[in-house]
């Protein structure tokens, strides 16, 4: 089984960190399947069921280079559970893409879109390939070809992909544009996270930093934390982490670490995180207008209220969580926390919230989107905003009510309500004889 690459970065960087410890996606998925269902008094028979991918899809990519030659790419679609809709998830162009990790990230966006109350089951796909070595207009050939090996398989109703790591909201248009010329008329709601002209939806870039911040929010008003009185340090200053900061910074919190891949900028009177520049403003600038910079390693065990991990996948591993000094992580990357870690910080009395509801703003403004694309209406950025912070605090409410009943983390609470969601309709349906 391969093991999970550093990053699980939806759209976004690729850098590499020595990380000490790795889990797969599929091991870590499974063993969040199990975690819950220990809680719950299911069907065994259903939870081996969502031990599998429903189906995956392998198909090879044959395109013309720009010096003439043919290469042949491995693309996968795995569809992992769509008892409560249409598959759902990104599209990764990287060269550790596998078929057993887009199973378990595909499992992840069952749990994501569960917990999140979205009519959507999980799904991941990519194609093992190193998009930086592609030039434009081959990106584009190997976008349209993989559409057409994809075709009978996606779809509005049947599994709408997302961007992802090495994949932008333009392989969303050549995607979309591909599907729609085969399919003979346009259809975009195929893929989300696509540019707005083309049936985008405002604020989904934004979105899950977004929804970093309303759960940061209000993880910070259960523990009754004025925001005003609380310090927060953020690794990563790319979409997830640089969204969730301003946002924080806006709404009262003193941001004191923030970082990039070249380092932190450390300020313990508090960042002025506007005139910081993002990962998609001026890349990698974070270091160059600190007067005060640590380490990222560092950053991780400042002592602060709430840290939010907003990079990459397993930094916080055996190695450092009996040093990390937050009272409350709030996970903006896709698994920054491993299982070792987790139950170190839970024997510790470190809250946890979990990635599958704290970034989960991004596949629910897809989820706006693709209403938007279907009903040929686009809404405006204040109706995005006021829809996504309903959502958020609907499976707040919904996971803050399994924790309070339980002596459980917050982690555990989240999958119980996803998984509880899951089981309850695929009773509803029943096992096809
Ligand atoms: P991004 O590329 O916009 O930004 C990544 C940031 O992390 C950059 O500032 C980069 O310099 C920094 N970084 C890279 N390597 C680092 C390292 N070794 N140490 C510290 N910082 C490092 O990426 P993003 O879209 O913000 O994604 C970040 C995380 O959030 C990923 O785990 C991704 O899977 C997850 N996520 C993203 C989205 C999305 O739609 N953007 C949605 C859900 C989850």
């Known amino acids: 089984m391969a093991s999970q690459p550093e990053t699980t970065c939806?759209?976004?960087?690729?850098?590499?960190?020595?990380?000490?410890?790795?889990?797969?996606?599929?091991?870590?998925?499974?063993?969040?399947?199990?975690?819950?269902?220990?809680?719950?008094?299911?069907?065994?028979?259903?939870?081996?069921?969502?031990?599998?991918?429903?189906?995956?899809?392998?198909?090879?990519?044959?395109?013309?280079?720009?010096?003439?030659?043919?290469?042949?790419?491995?693309?996968?679609?795995?569809?992992?559970?769509?008892?409560?809709?249409?598959?759902?998830?990104?599209?990764?162009?990287?060269?550790?893409?596998?078929?057993?990790e887009c199973v378990g990230l595909g499992m992840w966006m069952t749990w994501k879109c569960a917990v999140m109350g979205l009519p959507f089951g999980g799904a991941k796909g990519g194609i093992a390939v190193n998009s930086k070595e592609l030039s434009p207009t081959e990106k584009e050939?190997?976008?349209?070809?993989?559409?057409?090996?994809?075709?009978?398989?996606?779809?509005?109703?049947?599994?709408?992909?997302?961007?992802?790591?090495?994949?932008?909201?333009?392989?969303?248009?050549?995607?979309?544009?591909?599907?729609?010329?085969?399919?003979?008329?346009?259809?975009?709601?195929?893929?989300?996270?696509?540019?707005?002209?083309?049936?985008?939806?405002?604020?989904?870039?934004e979105a899950p930093g977004r929804s970093v911040?309303?759960?940061?929010?209000?993880?910070?008003?259960?523990?009754?934390?004025?925001?005003?009185?609380?310090?927060?340090?953020?690794?990563?200053?790319?979409?997830?982490?640089?969204?969730?900061?301003?946002?924080?910074?806006?709404?009262?919190?003193?941001?004191?670490?923030?970082?990039?891949?070249n380092g932190a900028m450390y300020e313990p009177g508090g960042i002025d995180t506007a005139t910081v520049p993002s990962h998609d403003e001026v890349p990698e600038a974070v270091t160059e207008y600190a007067d005060n910079t640590i380490s990222n390693e560092e950053l991780l065990t400042v002592d602060v209220d709430v840290l939010i991990p907003a990079a990459l996948g397993n930094v916080i591993t055996k190695e450092n969580a009996e040093a990390i000094d937050a009272d409350l992580i709030v996970e903006g990357a896709n698994?920054?926390?491993?299982?070792?870690?987790?139950?170190?910080?839970?024997?510790?009395?470190?809250?946890?919230?979990?990635?599958?509801?704290?970034?989960?703003?991004?596949?629910?403004?897809?989820?706006?989107?693709?209403?938007q694309d279907i009903n040929r209406r686009a809404w405006s950025l204040e109706r995005v905003n006021n829809e996504l912070e309903a959502e958020m605090q609907a499976a707040w409410d919904a996971v803050q009510s399994e924790f309070e009943q339980r002596d459980i983390t917050w982690r555990d609470a989240a999958y119980i309500v996803a998984l509880s969601r899951i089981v309850e309709a695929h009773k509803a349906r029943g096992l096809w004889p």
């Not at 969502?50 to 003439?68: M, N, W």
């Not at 333009?170 to 599907?179: K, N």
Request: glycine share 8%; with cysteine; net charge negative.
């Open 10 to 100: 939806d759209e976004s960087s690729e850098e590499t960190i020595e990380v000490t410890e790795s889990e797969s996606a599929l091991e870590t998925a499974r063993q969040q399947l199990y975690h819950a269902a220990e809680h719950l008094d299911i069907d065994s028979n259903i939870v081996e069921r969502l031990k599998y991918p429903k189906k995956v899809h392998e198909v090879t990519v044959p395109i013309e280079r720009d010096d003439g030659t043919v290469e042949v790419f491995t693309g996968y679609r795995a569809q992992h559970d769509s008892v409560r809709g249409p598959f759902k998830g990104g599209l990764r162009y990287h060269p550790d893409v596998t078929r057993d």
């Open 141 to 205: 050939r190997l976008t349209r070809r993989f559409a057409q090996e994809v075709r009978d398989v996606i779809g509005p109703k049947q599994d709408i992909p997302a961007p992802d790591m090495g994949t932008d909201p333009q392989t969303m248009a050549w995607l979309m544009d591909a599907y729609s010329m085969q399919e003979g008329e346009t259809i975009p709601g195929v893929v989300t996270g696509k540019p707005p002209v083309v049936g985008g939806s405002e604020g989904r870039e």
């Open 213 to 261: 911040a309303i759960i940061t929010k209000l993880a910070c008003e259960y523990y009754d934390w004025e925001l005003n009185n609380t310090t927060v340090a953020v690794q990563g200053y790319g979409s997830v982490g640089a969204n969730a900061a301003r946002l924080l910074d806006n709404w009262g919190a003193t941001i004191i670490a923030i970082s990039d891949v």
């Open 335 to 371: 698994g920054p926390t491993t299982s070792t870690a987790d139950s170190i910080l839970a024997d510790r009395g470190v809250a946890v919230i979990p990635d599958i509801l704290a970034n989960a703003g991004g596949v629910t403004v897809s989820y706006f989107e693709w209403l």
